[in-house]
């Protein structure tokens, strides 16, 4: 925490509190998406609670993966939750983590990978800013393929474009429910590692008593057990227990 607060620009100390809270989720399902209802999701549901939690007024936006690092650039957003990268750590604070969710290899069903090893020379469909991890990027002869979104890379998995799609557990079965896909359509996920949703703030609109507020928030969710209890039921909705947790 202290280092945190050691980053902060002189006089941010000063600075009013947002009167309400500005959030951007990631338009992924099953995070964030709109309806005739407004903006929903499991990421929407985690960032008002934590907004509750904090004692704030909160409004909540849903916005494409990309969006988000620039809103918190340009100080249109307050407060983010995803996946880091040097990208968003350039313009803003990780104030607390959220969320570790496994990161797998998904695979069709009739060509399934069953180990890292088996991608080379193969290709491979992952999502712009997604943090990839050195035990893909030393895969010999790995054809990376960026691209939009994990629906993206679900569709170019299915069209044959590509051998496998790399994401989150949630993120790429998501995206194939989203297009009307069943877990029983692709292979049993590969496992690769785990990677933490943090709470991520606007360097703009951070301020010592903001941080500590959202800190503690956080912790207070993960103790008794709110944010897991969303997740579990977000896994509960696929129906499948080949999903990895």
């Not at 785990?194 to 360097?203: A, V």
């Not at 503690?216 to 896994?235: E, F, N």
């Given at each position: 925490m202290a280092s945190l607060f050691a980053c902060l620009p002189?006089?941010?100390?000063?600075?009013?509190?947002?009167?309400?809270?500005?959030?951007?989720?990631?338009?992924?399902?099953?995070?964030?998406?709109?309806g005739p209802q407004g903006p929903s999701g499991l990421m929407v549901e985690i960032g008002l609670l934590i907004a509750q939690r904090a004692g704030l007024a909160a409004e909540n936006r849903v916005v494409p993966y990309a969006r988000t690092v620039l809103s918190l650039q340009d100080g249109s957003t307050d407060m983010v939750l995803r996946f880091t990268n040097d990208e968003i750590k350039a313009v803003a604070?990780?104030?607390?983590?959220?969320?570790?969710?496994?990161?797998v290899l998904v695979s069709r069903r009739e060509a399934p990978l069953q180990r890292l090893e088996d991608l080379s020379h193969l290709?491979?469909?992952?999502?712009?800013?997604?943090?990839?991890?050195?035990?893909?990027?030393?895969?010999?002869?790995?054809?990376?393929?960026?691209?939009?979104?994990?629906?993206?890379?679900i569709q170019m998995l299915m069209g044959r474009r590509v051998d496998a799609a790399y994401g989150s557990n949630l993120g790429l079965f998501g995206a194939a429910r989203g297009v009307g896909?069943?877990?029983?359509?692709?292979?049993?996920p590969l496992v690769v590692e785990?990677?933490?949703?943090?709470?991520?703030?606007?360097?703009r609109?951070?301020?010592?008593?903001?941080?500590?507020?959202?800190t503690?928030?956080?912790?207070?969710?993960?103790?008794?057990?709110?944010?897991?209890?969303?997740?579990?039921?977000?896994?509960?909705?696929?129906?499948?227990?080949?999903?990895?947790?």
């Open positions: 002189v006089g941010s100390a000063q600075a009013a509190e947002p009167v309400v809270l500005r959030i951007d989720t990631i338009q992924s399902e099953p995070f964030g998406r709109v604070h990780q104030v607390a983590p959220v969320l570790p969710l496994p990161t290709s491979l469909a992952v999502p712009r800013s997604f943090p990839m991890p050195e035990s893909l990027a030393r895969v010999p002869y790995l054809r990376v393929q960026w691209v939009n979104s994990n629906e993206h890379a896909l069943r877990m029983q359509e692709f292979a049993r785990r990677q933490t949703f943090w709470l991520h703030l606007s360097r609109s951070a301020t010592p008593a903001l941080i500590e507020r959202l503690k928030a956080v912790d207070s969710l993960h103790r008794d057990g709110s944010i897991t209890r969303l997740y579990q039921r977000a896994l509960e909705e696929f129906g499948d227990d080949r999903m990895p947790v």
